[in-house]
T-cell receptor
Framework: DADVTQTPRNRITKTGKRIMLECSQT?????MYWYRQDPGLGLRLIYY???????NKGEISDGYSVSRQAQAKFSLSLESAIPNQTALYFC?????????????FGDGTRLSIL | GDSVTQMEGPVTLSEEAFLTINCTYT??????LFWYVQYPGEGLQLLLK?????DKGSNKGFEATYRKETTSFHLEKGSVQVSDSAVYFC?????????FGSGTKLNVKP
């Protein structure tokens, strides 16, 4: 089983719909992140959480919200989807500590908004 | 602020060719440096890392050396295989934040 699981893997929906992407992890990590990936732009950070009671905005949080339901679960919502939110979305986790801890990624959710 | 710059792709090589993907960074303090690989349809996987100056990270025949004097962390492999075709991301971690380069696509032809 994957350590970081994202659901759904693919989603096609219409403009204006509310969408939730879910992420769960079995690594026991405190820190969780949501990124989006667009061609040629690499990864951009949407939101991150260092523990259950901690939520922080990333560089592109407008139009998104998150919920950290438990240490193992971190969901991303698009309240009213728009076509330029079409992208590949990744959840990641990491251990706290010094700078040397890498991030661990799920396999992504491909989201298309028509 | 901190940032990572890597060479644009795609990079196309023949099997058994030598690979270099350039990565330079800007950061204060003492960041750690990483290379990730993304195969089609998958998430990013950690390939190697280096946590201090002059450290060499290595894995699966890939190597990168943390060069503080040139602020670089270039990825190298002596002999690439078709199975190495993927997108490679350079990244740094500093003060609890991660910064990723834009990715370099590698195509290896038989």
């Amino acid at each position: 089983d994957a350590d970081v699981t994202q659901t759904p893997r693919n989603r096609i929906t219409k403009t204006g719909k509310r969408i939730m992407l879910e992420c769960s992890q079995t690594k026991g990590h405190d820190r969780m992140y949501w990124y989006r990936q667009d061609p040629g732009l690499g990864l951009r950070l949407i939101y991150y959480s260092f523990d259950v009671k901690d939520i922080n905005k990333g560089e592109i949080s407008d139009g998104y919200s998150v919920s950290r339901q438990a240490q193992a679960k971190f969901s991303l919502s698009l309240e009213s989807a728009i076509p330029n939110q079409t992208a590949l979305y990744f959840c990641a986790t990491s251990d706290p500590g010094q700078n040397d801890q890498p991030q661990h990624f799920g396999d992504g959710t491909r989201l298309s908004i028509l | 602020g901190d940032s990572v710059t890597q060479m644009e792709g795609p990079v196309t090589l023949s099997e058994e060719a030598f690979l270099t993907i350039n990565c330079t960074y800007t950061a204060t303090g003492y960041p750690s440096l990483f290379w990730y690989v993304q195969y089609p349809g998958e998430g990013l996987q950690l390939l190697l890392k280096a946590t201090k100056a002059d450290d060499k990270g290595s894995n699966k025949g890939f190597e990168a050396t943390y060069r503080k004097e040139t602020t670089s962390f270039h990825l190298e492999k002596g002999s690439v295989q078709v199975s190495d075709s993927a997108v490679y991301f350079c990244a740094l971690s500093n003060f609890n934040k991660f910064y990723f380069g834009s990715g370099t696509k590698l195509n290896v032809k038989p």
